[in-house]
């Protein structure tokens, strides 16, 4: 775990900021590469000091085609999403444990929080995730009407630093 504080004067004392693309094309292509393209990264990872943030831009159950996977089924999306997600971050050499902060857009979110919250809860619990990312849940429309969930998030490591089990 990344002590707060010290990460935030390593930043601080950062001579430059470094950033790329993050991606992972076994999991998902990327946007630019859509049938009707769309201009963004699937991340972004900052270089700050001795500590890198890594952007990952709204994710959802899109294949390596760039297909949509399991349109209707809310929980194989849901549990797509946290896959795609995590290929991102093993890019980077970061892992769940890393992330900070998510937002997470659902298309209904009356309707689909209750097994949202259980997806993520059972994904968290078998990550082991302590402390939980700070979140916040949205009601949207999403980008394909096929869709019914999104997430973003950020995560912070040290650069350098493998990732823990």
Known sequence: MIDISRALAEVASAATIGKRAVCAPRALNEAYD???????SRGLRLDLGNVAVILISGT???GADGE????????AQTR???ENITALLESEGASWKDIVRTTCYLRDIERDYAAFNE???AFYAAERLDPLPASTGIQ???CRPDLL???EA???IRIGEAVRE
């Open 154 to 156: 950020i995560a912070a």
């Open 68 to 75: 949509t996977l399991y349109p209707g089924d809310f929980r």
């Open 140 to 142: 949207a429309i999403l």
């Open 60 to 62: 959802a159950s899109i």
């Open 34 to 40: 859509y049938e009707r393209p769309s201009s963004f």
């Open 149 to 151: 969930i999104e997430i």
């Open 119 to 121: 997806e993520r809860t």
């Open 80 to 82: 797509r999403t946290f």
